[in-house]
């Protein structure tokens, strides 16, 4: 495994913050919670530009996966100054302490990919570990504690494909994380190669021996974007995973709401 320079607590400057979600299910509530502040906002389809106080929020929505994550990742950075980078969204358990509406605060990202150059040949996998930001980490966490919200600080994994129960224990043995996900250390990739603060915020949704039912792979298009006609499709033949779907769109619901609470107290004590 490699790792990157560990970053020093950071002066966070006024420029925008870029906030990295997958998906419109976790992106709704998030944007949701802010505007609740009553706040000025405007939108594209897949970039929500939201004034909280004196901050700037771009709020990017990346789609599913490694790859994705780190293209939206890397023309945002390009395209605008940005003062840090924060991935949100939903996440897998990868320890039995981290259960279903936790909140993860990660303190570094770790991206596996089973293609590209191999790091580590007996495994046969790529991997790299990011850390990330202390003062970002510390300002979290404090806003965590203040609220009484359950909440772990550990390392997140980033893989590049949904995963079943059987191979998330494996994966929290050999990376020493405590939840999984698909984009966040892709995104902590580009934002270190610009020196960029970067933090990880995620809700578990499935706890580590808990599977999703289905591979939602499938009903991905080129962009990693659902594809909603395909996954009612799957439903109408698979009546029986419905009341699962309808169980975890709440969850996500629920915790992305209170990522986006946090969100709001990130942007407005950072600045």
Same mark, same amino acid.
């Given at each position: ?49 939201i004034a909280v106080g004196d901050r700037v929020l771009l ?12 293209? &939206?990742?890397?023309?945002?950075? $390009?395209?605008?100054? %940005? *003062?840090? /980078?924060? @991935? ?5 358990? !990868? ?81 020493? &994380?405590?939840?999984?996900?698909? $984009?966040?250390?892709? %995104? *902590?990739? /580009?934002? @270190? ?5 970067? !933090?990880?915020?995620?809700g578990v949704l499935d706890t580590v021996d808990e599977d ?15 594809q909603p006609l395909l996954l009612i499709r799957y439903l ?36």
């Amino acid at each position: 495994m490699t790792t990157a320079r560990p970053t020093r607590p950071s002066k966070i400057s006024s420029a925008p913050f870029a906030v990295f979600v997958p998906t419109r299910a976790e992106m709704k509530p998030i944007t949701t919670a802010l505007q609740s502040t009553r706040q000025s906002a405007s939108r594209s389809d897949s970039m929500i530009r939201i004034a909280v106080g004196d901050r700037v929020l771009l709020l990017a929505r990346t789609g599913v996966g490694p790859d994705h994550a780190e293209a &939206a990742a890397r023309r945002l950075f $390009e395209e605008t100054p %940005i *003062a840090a /980078a924060v @991935s949100l969204g939903v996440a897998g358990g !990868l320890s039995p302490q981290a259960q279903t509406g936790d909140l993860i605060v990660g303190d570094r990202v770790i991206l596996r990919r089973s293609s590209g150059q191999v790091l580590d040949r007996e495994k046969g996998v790529r991997l790299e570990s990011f850390p990330c930001d202390s003062r970002l980490q510390d300002t979290a966490t404090t806003v965590l504690r203040r609220w009484g919200s359950r909440h772990h600080l550990g390392p997140i994994l980033t893989v590049d494909r949904i995963v079943l129960t059987e191979e998330k224990h494996r994966l929290a043995v050999e990376s020493g &994380a405590i939840a999984l996900d698909m $984009e966040s250390a892709a %995104i *902590a990739s /580009a934002a @270190s190669a610009r020196s960029i603060p970067f !933090l990880a915020v995620r809700g578990v949704l499935d706890t580590v021996d808990e599977d999703l039912a289905m591979g939602f792979d499938q009903f991905l298009d080129g962009r990693g974007e659902p594809q909603p006609l395909l996954l009612i499709r799957y439903l109408i033949g698979h009546p029986f995973t419905v009341p699962h779907m309808v169980g975890l769109g709440l969850r996500t619901k629920a915790v992305c709401a209170r990522l986006g609470r946090l969100l709001q107290e990130l942007s407005t004590s950072l600045s």
